[in-house]
């Protein structure tokens, strides 16, 4: 970052800008909604400076710029869109010691101004350090589009609301007020203008009092197999509300940053702390942290109902007497078939499909072979890698057709995201040979679409290339 954006208090302070065409008056137009004093040079000013002057809203001097005009100026603008005219404006205010912006000159300015979204007092400044300036519009343009006109109305009345809302206990119970006045109450009563709004926070206030102090509550969430647009709305919401989240290692780093920044985020699946952190000690941090009254995120890959060990984290909840409730996520089965353009159940292909794990606490788990071997069935194998060779013997020694097509989906939905394609008779080869080391599913029964045909079984495929098949 080579610019830092920073919030500059103008109030009183002088800005002097050089300049009288239309550069001058966009920059103007900004730098009017601050409560500083503006004083512009221009020789020949536009009719809006002249205007403007008049108005009372910038003082106009109708001659260039000279080095004495910039003592104890707060910022200084060159905006004369002339190479010479902005060097001598440059030279002054580096003599003055004041910070520069040249127009359009991002190299010989000392700061320069953002694309503003502008709620007063809710301000949004977006830069792109001059590489995108289409992106900054567009991000400007959809931001518009998002907040509510009355923003700054709600917030300009809501600050004025703050002491009373002192009354309610810090933490929880505060931030739920204002969310409900930011996002329902407030919203609701904007219309009605400020007398309207001061109502709804004292009926708010009254209302929030009254509530009993919140218990904790858990949130099972399915994060999804990694992709954070696959989230679904529902853990976005409980993330953004989150004290504490608690997630394994299968939760990428992009999803983890959509959690409230005040959130305590407790990994359980780091080595260390161990992929082996024991389920009771899980269990406990869990019960520990909703028994304290947080609002618990409970983070798990993919589905939290598939191989997750949901069941023993709830009845240690249940014992404690601590309530829950589960969000689904997209499982890895359902991602990875997205991912070769196949259906987990066709008609004449396969009316039933099975979710396995090719471990269990014992070992290799044991599953019916002799029905996975019939042709036609398609099951997804989760924690498959190690125990491949295993299901490949079980399968082929049931009769299993050596051609039966498999598909290996590593790191479903995630940039890195590979698929390797073979039948079943070289399946702990093709496997050797891919060596996948992140998360890998795989789908016996299933060939990628494009890759069907039998002569193209044995290749790895990229989604790249199936989406140019
Ligand atoms: N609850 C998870 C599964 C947990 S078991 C879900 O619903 O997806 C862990 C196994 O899931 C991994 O060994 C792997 O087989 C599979 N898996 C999870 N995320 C994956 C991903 N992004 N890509 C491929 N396989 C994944």
Do not use: C
Request: aromatic share 6%.
């Amino acid at each position: 970052m080579r610019h830092f954006p920073v919030y500059l208090d103008l109030k009183g302070q002088r800005i002097v800008l050089s300049g009288g065409g239309d550069a001058a008056l966009a920059k103007l137009r900004l730098l009017m909604k601050t409560e500083a004093r503006i004083e512009v040079f221009a020789q020949s000013p536009a009719p809006e400076l002249t205007a403007w002057a008049l108005d009372g809203q910038i003082a106009l001097h109708r001659r260039l710029i000279e080095r004495g005009d910039f003592f104890g100026a707060a910022l200084a603008y060159a905006a004369d869109e002339d190479d010479a005219l902005d060097a001598r404006t440059a030279a002054f205010a580096r003599a003055e010691r004041v910070a520069l912006n040249v127009v359009d000159n991002l190299d010989d300015s000392d700061f320069i101004t953002p694309a503003i979204v502008d709620r007063d007092p809710v301000t949004i400044a977006i830069g792109t350090e001059g590489a995108a300036p289409v992106l900054a519009r567009a991000l400007k343009a959809e931001l518009e589009e998002r907040l509510s006109p009355k923003l700054g109305l709600l917030a300009r009345v809501g600050q004025g609301f703050r002491k009373a809302a002192d009354a309610l206990p810090f933490g929880r119970a505060r931030r739920d007020f204002w969310a409900d006045y930011y996002f329902n109450a407030g919203p609701r009563a904007a219309d009605g203008g400020k007398d309207a709004l001061k109502g709804a926070l004292d009926d708010l206030l009254a209302d929030h009092l009254s509530r009993d102090a919140a218990a904790g509550h858990v949130a099972f969430v399915g994060a999804g197999p990694g992709d954070p647009e696959l989230l679904t709305l529902k853990a976005r919401k409980l993330l953004d509300a989150a004290d504490v989240v608690i997630h394994d290692r299968l939760v990428t780093g992009e999803i983890l940053e959509l959690a409230r920044r005040e959130a305590l985020m407790i990994d359980v699946g780091k080595t260390g702390f161990g992929p082996s952190t024991p389920q009771e000690k899980i269990n406990a941090l869990i019960v520990e942290h909703a028994a304290k009254g947080a609002q618990v995120v409970r983070l798990k890959g993919g589905d939290v109902t598939v191989f997750g060990r949901l069941d023993e984290e709830i009845d240690a909840l249940d014992a404690a007497g601590i309530s829950w409730h589960i969000v689904p996520g997209i499982t890895a089965a359902s991602a990875s078939v997205a991912a070769i353009g196949q259906s987990l159940t066709k008609r004449g292909r396969n009316g039933s499909v099975r979710f396995l794990t090719g471990h269990d606490m014992k070992g290799f788990a044991d599953h019916d072979w002799k029905a996975l071997a019939a042709p036609g069935e398609v099951a997804a194998i989760y924690m498959g890698k190690k125990a491949a060779r295993f299901v490949q013997a079980r399968l082929l020694m049931h009769g299993a057709a050596p051609e039966t097509p498999v598909a290996i989906v590593e790191n479903v939905t995630r940039p890195e995201q590979r698929v390797i394609s073979t039948p079943l008779a070289t399946l702990p080869a093709a496997l050797a040979d891919a060596a996948p080391e992140a998360p890998a599913l795989i789908l016996l029964g299933l060939a990628p679409r494009a890759a069907s045909a039998p002569e193209n079984n044995t290749r790895e495929t990229t989604t790249r290339e199936q989406e140019l098949a």
